[in-house]
């Protein structure tokens, strides 16, 4: 049997044990697991050494470097999340419907765990310990399969973070980590129907695309998001400058910041220079249509694909439109149905741009970059889906649940 | 480009305007569309009868001629289905949960239509009036693609429903069918990502399998299943014999039938040759374990493949258990988590049974028959999940929907 069909299997067959687990177990398993990891930042700085050594051998970015390192204050914050998740209210057992029949049967629609959950990621580590713990806190078993260049570093953190299993009421099979470096080893758990109950990737979108492709596995897409702010004439100039910069500037590498900057005409001609300069002033290259070169003549010509793109980046494409139309043609042509926002004054343009764009979360008169797990109150977050099945949008630990129907009888029988 | 791609792509083209459409504008063209599949009774049957002399003539099945065939009640209770679907509440634009940040953001996370749904099934001409008419309901748009053998019929219907819609405030295009015959048109709606949100398969286990196994969008399982039905030790002795006998004969082609009986030793020996018996009269065929058949000597006796079997029809298997313990075990063995039951007056074992027995609905005391939209008082059903993401048991309205955050703010950053 392959190593992931093994580990598979193993977290399947733990999956019965850990779904019963109660809360307070579930918890102190979590605390053990944050001590444990306090406790053995030496081995496993030492072990992560040993993947900054590789990754510098073979040439991996200085960011990936980043990604990848981990040194005192990072295992604090990676043991500090798992506290954070302990502190969280757990989400199963929750009776979400209740009610009765008129022949008597009483039913009750509450939370369960999903069962196994199959993370696939890149060379994060601390993503290790924080889908761990999240799966973990809501019941589910995991099987995680990160990046090879972090391979030294993830097995240490499980070992220890099993060692930390062992000393509580939680099954240690419940965490599994796929070590086989090789390719098919990420192609093998996509296939995994009947062990694996959903898959969910993590990372760019290439990793992504790949996992949505050739899963048949049921998967949670995360993904990529090319987010519009839209201003319209109607906008108050202070707030729209404010939001526009926040959404480009505060974390361009992050999925919800502003890619495209769509203005309408009136509020270009009055402001788009000023604007323009502040972009520059932050060091953001901008790329112009035709009628925004024509106000602010050294921006970058905007080409076709740049609509499309997701620059993650200090680079932002900027369009101006007739109006409210235009801008919504242009969000469903382009958009990828993460984060959009209107800012205006007008309610009423408010309110169809709120209805009409089709995207995870529409804002009005706010900065797209609070799409968010912990800014929207959900104390944790495993990704933000783009899909609209099961989850749409921050996902915190309810929707690593499922749900099962309890009916209770006396007898009855369908006529 | 195919018609698979064009019909595709014309209903995502027109799933803007229908997930707009308002609850008053659904009803009006859903009793519309009733009153036309009236009105063209003669010519559904015209068209119906060709696929009936084709059946025949390649020598379909008599069963399979039956559920293809059309005359005026059933083309009346067609109509009567789009009557109640028209009556049910409309899910879309409810508030799910509505809370405001610290900084002031006013959160609403609101339900949507889906967007283009596509359904593959068998040739049930009822399916596509029913599929239909859940779809546009919720505001989404559908593309259909029925089995070949009913294709006259399903294109005599979507002519019959098109020209009703272009009476209504509703695109036409909202309503796609697939005509196209050949098996390859199937094979590219599953890889129609980007175009279709989700597929749902309805019909066979062969046939959900296939798209489970190829699909890349998303779907929705639904299933088989192999339902169990568990009388303790401390069963009230009439309840289960209706509940047995209820659970395998009242309807025995269907999902939610019971397929196999398992008997506490202690029950079994005072009652299974009298509960055998009346399953004998009822038509049953069965096929017991050894410690069974040493109580009931004429009984079949049960091959392992028994107890994976969903027979759908007159044959139940049948296992003599020494308690709870061993039930759980064969259930999660052999189970394929729909509809599970455990009869007994003992409350704690009922409460164990609930809890640890993984399925999408479990029962105490009444028969797993009752697994249904209409039983469960959602009014209407696109199918019953056996997949434990989005939606798991039977589908209402709600679960053809999506949801989307709305978030207002006066000009709030992230910092």
Redesign the interface.
């Known amino acids: 049997m392959s190593e992931v069909k093994d580990k598979a299997l193993r977290a399947k067959q733990a999956a019965?044990r850990m779904?019963?687990a109660d809360t307070r177990q579930k918890n102190a398993a979590l605390l053990r697991m944050a001590e444990a990891l306090i406790a053995e930042e030496s081995s496993l700085i030492a072990a992560n050494e040993k993947d900054l050594q590789r990754g510098r051998t073979t040439g991996l970015r200085a960011s990936l470097l980043d990604r990848l390192k981990l040194d005192g204050k990072r295992i604090a914050a990676m043991a500090e999340g798992l506290r954070q998740i302990a502190a969280l209210p757990d989400p199963v057992g929750d009776v979400l419907e209740s009610?009765t029949?008129p022949n008597g049967?009483r039913?009750n629609k509450v939370r369960?765990p999903?069962?196994v959950i199959g993370i696939i990621y890149e060379a994060r580590p601390n993503v290790t310990v924080d889908a761990a713990g999240l799966c973990l806190k809501t019941g589910n078993t995991v099987v995680l399969r990160g990046g090879s260049s972090a391979l030294e570093s993830n097995r240490r953190i499980v070992q220890v973070l099993h060692d930390a299993l062992a000393e509580t009421e939680l099954p240690t099979d419940a965490l599994q980590l796929i070590e086989s470096a090789d390719r098919s080893s990420a192609g093998e758990m996509l296939k995994l129907?009947g062990l694996l109950?959903?898959l969910i990737p993590r990372g760019g979108a290439s990793l992504i695309r790949s996992v949505?492709?050739?899963?048949?596995v049921?998967?949670?897409e995360t993904g990529a998001g090319v987010c519009h702010t839209y201003i319209d004439n109607e906008a108050?100039k202070?707030?729209a400058f404010?939001?526009a910069?926040?959404?480009k500037v505060?974390r361009p590498s992050v999925c919800n910041a502003m890619e495209t900057l769509l203005v309408q005409s009136g509020f270009a001609a009055r402001h788009l220079e000023a604007l323009a300069g502040q972009f520059r002033e932050a060091g953001v290259e901008l790329r112009g249509c035709p009628r925004s070169r024509a106000l602010v003549p050294d921006m970058l010509p905007a080409e076709e694909a740049d609509w499309g793109t997701e620059y993650n980046d200090y680079i932002l494409s900027v369009k101006v439109v007739d109006g409210l139309d235009e801008a919504l043609e242009h969000i469903?042509r382009y958009g990828t149905r993460h984060s959009e926002c209107i800012v205006t004054e007008n309610r009423e343009h408010?309110d169809r741009f709120?209805?009409?764009v089709?995207?995870?979360?529409?804002?009005?008169?706010?900065?797209t970059?609070?799409?968010d797990g912990f800014?929207?109150?959900f104390g944790a977050e495993i990704g933000i889906s783009t899909?609209?099945?099961?989850a749409?949008?921050p996902m915190g630990l309810p929707a690593l649940t499922?749900?099962?129907?309890?009916?209770?009888?006396?007898?009855?029988?369908?006529?």
């Open positions: 019965g779904g019963l009610f029949r049967l039913i369960v999903i069962g129907n109950d959903v949505v492709e050739n899963a048949t049921p998967v949670i108050d202070e707030k404010r939001i910069i926040n959404a505060q469903a408010a709120l209805r009409e089709d995207a995870a979360a529409v804002y009005h008169n706010a900065s970059r609070f799409t800014e929207f109150g899909q609209k099945l099961h749409r949008g499922s749900t099962k129907y309890i009916v209770k009888g006396d007898g009855q029988i369908r006529s």
